[in-house]
């Protein structure tokens, strides 16, 4: 069990730096071009659905920080592939981000962290989601499933730094940080 702490802690020191570095890359400077920001949102995206939840909730929270200082991506995060206005093709392989063509592509990444098994995870992308979405949306009305007590637990998230998302959250030891409410099975 040691060993398996040293390796994720390894691990989260290195996403850090990571996190670190993306944050001096992508959101200290003042002006980016749109779709070099957008090749990075949705590479993160796709990274995200293949990390572990607590990374994933810091990435998460990256992109949402990085979307929401780039006003016209930020419906890309909040919208399904159904309603998506992007036409082309995305090229993840391309070596300059700026030509990937990341705006032709929904985000479909978020439909499916949205229905992530970690709690937490699935109910901070619903949150990321609805917000957005109820900013740029004026007749807008709230999904069912998503709640205000949900909101308002899941705002820590949003003050949060990726560092300290990784490490509230970390679920090395075999279980879910924190642990999810338990839901009370009703028979009749």
């Known amino acids: 069990a040691e060993y398996m702490g040293n390796l994720s802690q390894e691990r989260n020191r290195r996403v850090g730096l990571v996190f670190r570095a993306l944050h001096l890359l992508l959101i200290k400077p003042k002006q980016l071009p749109a779709p070099r920001v ?92 609805n917000t957005v979405e109820e900013a740029h949306t004026p007749s807008f009305t709230r999904p069912v499933g998503v709640t205000e007590a949900m909101i308002a637990e899941c705002s820590y998230l949003s003050r949060s730094t990726p560092a300290s998302i990784i490490k509230q959250h970390d679920i090395s030891y075999g279980a879910f940080n924190p642990p999810p409410n338990p839901k009370r099975a009703r028979f009749s």
């Open 38 to 129: 957008a090749a990075f949102i949705k590479r993160l995206s796709t990274i995200s659905i293949q990390q572990p939840p607590h990374i994933a909730l810091a990435l998460t929270g990256f992109i949402q920080s990085l979307a929401m200082k780039q006003p016209y991506l930020a419906d890309a995060i909040a919208s399904s592939p159904q309603d998506a206005k992007g036409s082309g093709v995305y090229d993840p392989d391309i070596t300059m981000p700026d030509h990937a063509n990341a705006e032709g592509e929904p985000i479909w990444e978020w439909c499916y962290l949205a229905r992530a098994s970690h709690p937490t995870l699935r109910n901070y992308v619903k949150v990321i989601q």
